[in-house]
């Protein structure tokens, strides 16, 4: 479990195909407390870390991951939104993520709105129902507050620390990001669904 607030932002120094893909992921993490087995959000993505070094750790990506996923983001020299597990007695900062991709959003438009960037996104049809106004959501896994939703394309803002903490700096209009609902919305949802 996560919260979406990013920790690091990671590179990728090395992939190799092994039935599945192996990533060497570049980090500032303390690797020494980082233990083998240990789940790691990777954009969004919650992954086990199979192998560690100093300042790098290793992760195994399924193809049933790479199908969920955005697709231009597993290539080597590419940079990762990373955030450790979620431990008890940490701050809940932003809101409960679980790393698991519910789908591929496009961007639709990024625009100056002050000193933030508004962001207008599509999401996949299926999970329009499921993002609220003032709800929240998870874009390669950062934490964000939706402000409009008209069917399912939605708008938010960046503000400038989340940029500069983040994959999302300079974000342009046709960029794939990992969309993940919230949780709360999922299984309301679900249980909305059993009932009719």
Known sequence: MFTGIIT???RIAATEERGDLRLRIG??????????GASIACSGVCLTVVDKGEAWFAVDVSAETLRRTASD???????L???????????????IVTGH????????????EGDSTRLVIEAPAELGRYIAAKGSIA????SLTVNE????????????????????AGIAPGRAVNIEIDILARYIG??????G
């Not at 959003?105 to 100056?112: I, N, R, Y």
Request: net charge negative; hydrophobic share 40%.
């Open 27 to 36: 980090c500032g993490y303390d690797m020494a407390g980082v233990d083998l």
């Open 8 to 10: 690091d932002v990671g």
């Open 149 to 168: 939703v008209d069917g399912s394309r939605f708008a938010l803002n960046i503000i400038p620390h989340t940029a500069e903490q983040t994959t999302l």
């Open 81 to 95: 939104n990373l955030e450790r597990s979620l431990k008890l007695g940490d701050e809940l900062g932003g809101h």
């Open 190 to 195: 679900r249980m909305m669904e059993m009932r």
């Open 101 to 112: 991709v519910d789908g591929v959003g496009t961007v639709l438009s990024a625009e100056a």
């Open 73 to 79: 983001m597993w290539s080597e020299g590419a940079r």
């Open 139 to 142: 874009l390669d896994g950062v």
